[in-house]
Every structure is written in structure tokens, then in C-alpha cells.
């Protein structure tokens, strides 16, 4: 079974249980986690146990719980993967993130498998061809726009839920197209060890060596927003809605889900044909704020074709929301007046307050400086802050301009129960031949019967029983459900101590939660087509990052001829595309043809030459294919990672065990 075409899915990342309890408390239909090995976050891993609970705990409001096994995997990993993708089942997953196409090879259970963004999806024919290779949901790539999102939709087998990345940190790369981490390091990006190349500062060269751009972060982009987009992404064929983030802390996590939990409820409540694709409603002690949480600010990216200003190119750190300027500067402190307001205190447009605690950021010679505050006080229309001693106040002159990246008293709030999610139910009490009857019915249909034998007394004061026993049947607590309704049906009006009516409403309420967990559909692995699907090309370069026998052979079987070795592999030894990206430095600076087209004086002047980027000793050339509007960053891998083993996590007995690819010929048709 996979999502339901009416249902929308909020699906929150999670760095641990604890932080994945929190999102589904915040909201979240689903959350992913990494677990022991085999995530692409290798820094954000979780043992099955933990996992196993929070699976139990989710599932008691409908949400689903998926994990990230979604590295390429070396021939001597495909065993352990098999015995864990079984321990992760028995623990009741509901769907696993995957890359490696050598997974549906294995002999595993009919768990629900999710092609992760990694698989590169961004067109029609590759989403059409995992729609039918035996994938319940389809992780899109981020670079696409609502056009090409509505292509897909209409080309894919409709029972399979297309999901998109609609907040958090972007790469630059195609995913699973980047591998300057592996090229320089030897940290494969696609194993889960990125070092972040794209993070670092870059000098942009032209053709003929003049700098067009110095010491600039210029493969970092901005962070992803799609909160405007909402209702186009589900008009284009959206069902799933992805935050990214299994690296972030709880704070972010609860603020983020909370934030589209409200957009996408204001959504449901307008289009009653679509539903949540879990239970609940969630109330919060906090107004989401976006602003506040980790972002190197917003960009809705390629979603509305593409712009300009997509980058971070100034710093790839949380500079924080502008606050106010500085008008004062002393020894050791500064005074500051505060613009604007902000929400998120409990209450919405309130004038700015400062804290102890509070972290803040300016801009200087073209790096973020930052100090926390140690000490705040009102200076009448001012604030005076004093840093800590050691802080560096390099920078800080009147009238800079002072940002803040972390409020103390939002956190303060964050750290504390924020959210209460509760599901509805009406409760109806009956007498019977022997007793009463409690049944429970909450607002998805889910119902359950308690019954209690007791010797019936006439009550000697009717409404004041009436009453007292709707009080004590209406005290759930602190269960997952609140009460909308209580109907009391009985042939006279009894003496119900509050005994009997606690000792009925404990047992209706875990019968309740029973009847729930038996009514959770299971997430089974969806069918592929026969006769196999074929791939929508013969031949696979490198780019495809085919790094085992068992991946080899499922191209072999879906009409691929040539194959050549992962990146990963290091039979890579000249320069080749390291990174490919939509990204355009041509178009952030206007150099591209495409803009020049039409404009009179420029028109043909303007040619996609290459161009180069110098961070350090190293040098990569910059090559634009303009026709798909794509960069690709040329590099070599460095002369001791090509003679270094390929990477494995578990290396056989006497050494990793070689591939053997042949790229220049092709595959032997594999056995089915």
C-alpha cells in the first residue's frame, strides 16, 4: 500500500528518537532517521531499538517512521545491508530511503522502499521508470520547477506519491551527482562522509584570468522555502512535503514542522477533498518562526524557473534576522535600537526584546563576525549589550547594522513542552443488563467498547449524576485524545461512583489505542511491472554510481548494456565533471548568453566560455551546457586517493573485494 492520492504527508527529519518525538508531536505524518550504518548522514545514527520505539510511539497517531539506507553500497556491504534491512522490518519501519538500485536485488521483506533524492530524479523518464521498478514514493530533485513536477505527475504511475524537499539546507549538486569530497579527501559524499566542499570561499576567474569574484562562498546556496508554494506544489502533483535536516537540533525540528503543520492545515481546511495522512491536531505554547532557526536565508530555488539571487555566496553560516543599528560603541559594549518587531513569544507583531544569551552578527570586510550577549539592559529607546570579554568587536562602528542568530528566550521556550497533539473522540455511556458500556469513536472511525459489571443503584439526585458522571468520564488527561462529545444513554439515571467510570474510561482508552494500531495499513513494497521496465538509457557512466555486482546486475536486467564503475571505485583518473549543478555562475554574475539574448550592444558579445574556480591549491574548471542550463565543475581526484583502496564499510577477509566493470563493452545479460 502506498499514500493515499487525497492525502498530504508532512514528513520532518529527525537526528535521534527523542528529536523524532518531538516532530510528531509538532505535527509531522512522518519523520526519517538514520539508523546504525547505511545513511547518507553517517554523523546522525540510531540503534534498531531506538528506532523500535520511536516506530510504537509514532504509530499511535498515524505517523509513519522511514530510514535513511541510502549510501551506495561495495559488494562486500550487500550482505550486512540484507540482515539489517530485516532487522529494521521486524522493528516495524514503514519504508526505507534508498539509492542503490542493488537493493531491490536482495532478498528482503516487502518493505515499502522510497527512491531517495539521491537517485537523481529530475526527468520525466527516470521518474516514470522507478514509478514502475517497484518504488512506493518518489524523492524528486530539488531543481525542478512546478512545470516539470506536473510532467512527471502525469507520467508516473499515479498510485505512487511523488515527495519534495520543501525546506532546509540545499546542495548545490544534482544529488548524488557531487563528488569533490571523495576527489579531494577521499569522503564520499554518496556514503554518507560529505566534507563540504561547497561551503568553502572561491575566487571566480574568467577565461582570460580576470576576477570576477573574490573569496565568495560561491557554491553555497541559500537555504530552501517553499512555503508560498504550497498549493501549487499540490496542484502540481506534490503529495509528500519534505523538510531536510537530520543534522539539526531539536529547536529547528519543532519550530519547522510546526510551521508547515499550520500551512498545510490551513490548506486542508480549505480543500476538504484532500485529508492529513495522520491523526491529530496540535496546539503550540509558540508562533513558528522560520527566521529563527539555523537558515543562511530563503530561496523558493528553481520551483518558479530560475533567478539570480539563489546564493549564499557572503557566508554559508546563520547570520540571523536584522534586529536593529548600532549607535553607540564603548569599552567593551555597544548600545544598539531595535527595528521592527518579531513573533514567536507567544504572540505575533511584538516589539523586539533582547536577552541574555542572545547571539549576534554583523558584517565586516566581507566576513560575519558575532559575539553572544553577556549582559542586556534598556537604555531608554536603546538597548546596552555588553559581550563577553573575550569577545572580538572588530567591525562595530556606529551604524552597523546588527542581525541576531540565536534568541535565548525562543529557545528557552523550545526547550520546554511546546506542542500537545490530541485526537478526537466522542465518548457514549450506556447501561447494560449487568453494568455499563463505554465506547470511544475518534474522528477517523476508529472505535472501542469498555464494560463493567456493577449493581445498579437509582441515583437519588438525577442531574447532579448527570453531571458529575460526564466529569469523571471526560478526564483523559494526558492521553493522545481529547473529548468532543459525551452522550449519556442510559434507561434511568444511576449512581455512578467515580470509581466505575475511571476503571471504564482506562480500559476504553487502551482499548482504543489497540483498535488504532490494528486500523495502521501496512506499507508493503509496491509491484514492479512485467515485463521489466526499461531504462530510458543503454549506457551508464560513472554519474550513475553503480558500485556492486547486484546494481549491475538490475540495469543488466532493465536494458542497460554498459556500465561503468562508481566514482567511488577510483578508475577515474582524468579530469571529469566532479560536481554537476544548475547552478550557474555565469547567471548569478549576468555573464550568460541567455541574458545577453535581445539586448541591443550585448546580443552575441556575451559567449559560455569556461571559467575557474581557486580555493587554495586547488583549481576547477568551470564548463556550461547551456542547452539544460547546467554547470559542470571539472576536477581531477587527487594522485593518493586514486591509489587508495575503494572505500568499503566492511572489507572481506585479506581486503576489500575488487568490482570488475567493463565499460567498454557490454553487459552479459544477468540471470533473472
Not at 39 to 49: F, H, L, Q, T, Y
Amino acid at each position: 500500500m502506498s499514500l493515499p492520492r487525497h492525502h498530504l504527508e508532512l514528513l520532518s527529519p529527525a537526528r535521534d528518537a527523542e528529536i523524532g518525538r518531538e516532530a510528531v508531536l509538532h505535527g509531522a505524518d512522518a519523520v526519517y532517521i538514520g539508523g546504525p550504518s547505511f545513511g547518507a548522514r553517517s554523523k546522525a545514527e540510531n540503534s534498531v531499538a531506538d528506532i523500535a520505539g520511536l516506530v510504537s510511539f509514532a504509530h499511535r497517531y498515524g505517523s509513519r517512521i522511514f530510514v535513511t539506507v541510502n549510501t551506495i553500497l561495495h559488494d562486500d556491504e550487500l550482505e550486512p545491508a540484507r540482515k539489517y534491512i530485516h532487522q529494521l522490518h521486524d522493528a516495524g519501519v514503514d519504508a526505507l530511503i534508498v539509492q542503490d538500485m542493488g537493493i531491490l536485488q536482495l532478498d528482503i521483506p516487502q518493505i515499502a522502499l522510497h527512491a531517495s533524492t539521491q537517485c537523481d530524479i529530475r526527468t520525466v523518464a527516470k521518474a516514470k521508470f522507478l514509478g514502475e521498478a517497484g518504488f512506493s514514493q518518489l524523492v524528486l530533485a530539488r531543481e525542478l520547477t512546478l512545470q516539470q513536477i506536473a510532467q512527471m505527475r502525469a507520467a508516473v504511475n499515479p498510485d505512487v506519491p511523488l515527495e519534495f524537499f520543501v525546506h532546509g539546507a540545499l546542495c548545490v549538486a544534482f544529488s548524488g551527482n557531487c563528488y569533490i569530497s571523495e576527489a579531494h579527501t577521499g569522503r564520499s559524499a554518496n556514503r554518507g562522509s560529505c566534507s563540504q566542499e561547497c561551503r568553502l570561499p572561491y575566487t571566480l576567474q574568467d577565461s582570460k584570468g580576470g576576477v570576477v569574484a573574490f573569496d565568495k562562498h560561491l557554491l553555497s546556496m541559500k537555504d530552501n522555502d517553499q512555503s508560498a508554494n504550497l498549493r501549487a506544489l499540490i496542484d502540481a502533483g506534490i503529495r509528500s512535503f519534505k523538510v531536510e535536516g537530520r543534522y539539526k537540533d531539536m529547536g529547528y525540528v519543532k519550530n519547522v514542522t510546526a510551521h508547515y503543520r499550520t500551512l498545510l492545515d490551513e490548506i486542508l481546511n480549505e480543500r476538504p477533498e484532500l485529508a492529513a495522512a495522520s491523526h491529530g491536531h496540535c496546539t503550540y505554547t509558540f508562533t513558528p518562526d522560520t527566521d529563527k532557526t539555523f537558515n543562511r536565508s530563503s530561496t523558493d530555488y528553481f520551483v518558479n524557473e530560475r533567478k539570480t539571487d539563489i546564493g549564499a555566496f557572503d557566508a554559508p553560516a546563520h547570520v540571523g534576522s536584522k534586529i536593529g543599528t548600532v549607535t553607540r560603541v564603548g569599552a567593551g559594549w555597544f548600545e544598539l535600537e531595535t527595528v521592527g518587531t518579531e513573533r514567536g513569544h507567544g504572540s505575533d507583531d511584538a516589539p523586539i526584546v533582547l536577552a541574555n544569551g542572545d547571539g549576534l552578527t554583523w558584517m565586516h570586510k566581507r566576513e560575519v563576525k558575532g559575539a553572544q550577549a553577556d549582559v542586556v539592559k534598556r537604555m531608554g529607546n536603546a538597548w546596552r549589550v555588553t559581550p563577553q570579554a573575550t569577545a572580538d568587536l572588530s567591525g562595530l562602528i556606529v551604524g552597523t547594522e546588527i542581525s541576531r542568530n540565536r534568541d535565548h528566550l525562543w529557545e528557552q521556550i523550545l526547550a520546554k513542552k511546546s506542542s500537545d497533539r490530541r485526537i478526537n473522540v466522542a465518548v457514549s455511556f450506556a447501561d447494560t443488563a449487568h453494568g455499563f458500556s463505554l465506547t470511544l469513536q475518534d474522528e477517523h472511525g476508529a472505535s472501542a467498547t469498555a464494560t463493567i459489571d456493577y449493581v445498579k443503584d437509582p441515583a437519588q439526585n438525577p442531574a447532579l449524576a448527570e453531571t458529575s458522571l460526564k466529569q469523571n468520564l471526560g478526564k483523559f488527561g494526558t492521553s493522545l485524545f481529547a473529548v468532543t462529545d459525551i452522550n449519556i444513554a442510559w434507561s434511568q439515571p444511576w449512581f455512578v461512583p467515580a470509581s466505575a467510570a475511571n476503571a471504564l474510561r482506562r480500559d476504553a482508552i487502551e482499548k482504543l489505542e489497540a483498535a488504532r494500531l490494528e486500523n495502521m495499513p501496512t506499507w508493503t513494497r509496491a509491484e514492479a511491472v512485467t515485463p521489466a521496465a526499461q531504462y530510458p538509457d543503454e549506457q551508464l557512466t560513472y554519474l550513475a554510481n553503480v558500485y556492486n555486482q547486484a546494481s549491475r546486475d538490475f540495469y543488466a536486467q532493465h536494458g542497460v548494456k554498459m556500465v561503468a564503475a562508481a566514482y567511488e571505485a577510483h578508475t577515474e583518473a582524468g579530469e571529469v565533471p566532479v560536481m554537476v549543478t544548475k547552478h550557474c555562475l555565469r547567471w548569478s554574475f549576468n555573464l550568460c548568453p541567455k541574458q545577453a539574448k535581445g539586448v541591443q550592444g550585448v546580443q552575441g558579445q556575451v559567449r559560455a566560455e569556461p571559467m575557474v574556480l581557486i580555493s587554495g591549491k586547488d583549481k576547477l574548471t568551470l564548463k556550461f551546457d547551456c542547452k539544460p542550463c547546467e554547470m559542470h565543475v571539472m576536477g581531477t581526484m587527487r594522485p593518493n586517493i586514486l591509489r587508495s583502496p575503494a572505500p568499503s564499510l566492511v572489507p572481506a577477509s585479506g581486503g576489500a573485494t575488487a568490482i570488475k566493470f567493463y565499460a567498454k563493452r557490454p553487459l552479459e545479460t544477468a540471470a533473472t
